[in-house]
Structure formats: C-alpha cells, structure tokens
Nanobody
Framework: VQLQASGGGLVQAGGSLRLSCAVS????????MAWFHQAPGKEREFVAR???????FYADSVKGRFTISRDSAKNTLYLQMNSLKPEDTAVHYC????????????????WGQGTKVTVSS
C-alpha cells in the first residue's frame, strides 16, 4: 500500500493550496480517508475525513476554509485549503483506514509521507 502526498509549499496568509494524495495497493473506494497535520513540537492532529460514501467531517479549526474530496476514478484524495492562516503551518499527512473513531490517528492503518505547508504572515 502506498499513499503519496503532494501539493505543499509556501504561501502568504489568506492564500490557497490544494493537497493531493495518490493511493495504490488498497481498495480506495471502500476506505475512509483523512488528512492530519503535525506542527513542530506538537502532536499529530486531525484535520478532515471523508467516508467511502463521501460523507465529510472537519476539525473546528478548518471548518468553512478547507474542503476534503476524493476521486475514485483516479484513486486520489484532495484537500482544498483556502484562507490559510500562519497556524496552519505544519506537515500534512493523508491516511486510510476505517475512520472510526473519526479523529483518532489509530483509526487509520496507512499513512503517506507528508507534505509541508508553510503560511507566512
């Protein structure tokens, strides 16, 4: 199983980025998928989850700014990040698994390598 995250970079506050996660080696269409982030010196935190039937759930900190989506034809997960804030600066990881409980890293068996997002003020 491989999850390959991409799309991170340096952006000014208020800007946008779109992260992608290409998935291979598992049945993408039946897996819950999620994004987590980890800032330096902090625990890995839940950002957003999308179920196999495309139900979505977001952390309060990103609600209204981020949108998680999936394309089963391309086996790819996305995270559209708008109105970025300096506190969004972190390495962002995609993950696959049961997704239950939603926000727990333990609910996800497979992880990508992470893509770094830096938001300057």
């Amino acid at each position: 199983v491989q999850l390959q995250a991409s799309g991170g970079g340096l952006v000014q506050a208020g800007g946008s980025l779109r992260l992608s996660c290409a998935v291979s080696g598992l049945t993408f269409s039946t897996s819950a998928m999620a994004w987590f982030h980890q800032a330096p010196g902090k625990e890995r935190e839940f950002v957003a989850r999308i179920s196999s039937f495309s139900g979505t759930f977001y952390a309060d900190s990103v609600k209204g700014r981020f949108t998680i989506s999936r394309d089963s034809a391309k086996n790819t997960l996305y995270l559209q990040m708008n109105s970025l804030k300096p506190e969004d600066t972190a390495v962002h990881y995609c993950a696959a698994g049961s997704g239950i409980p939603i926000g727990s890293p333990k609910s996800y068996n497979y992880w990508g390598q992470g893509t770094k997002v830096t938001v300057s003020s």
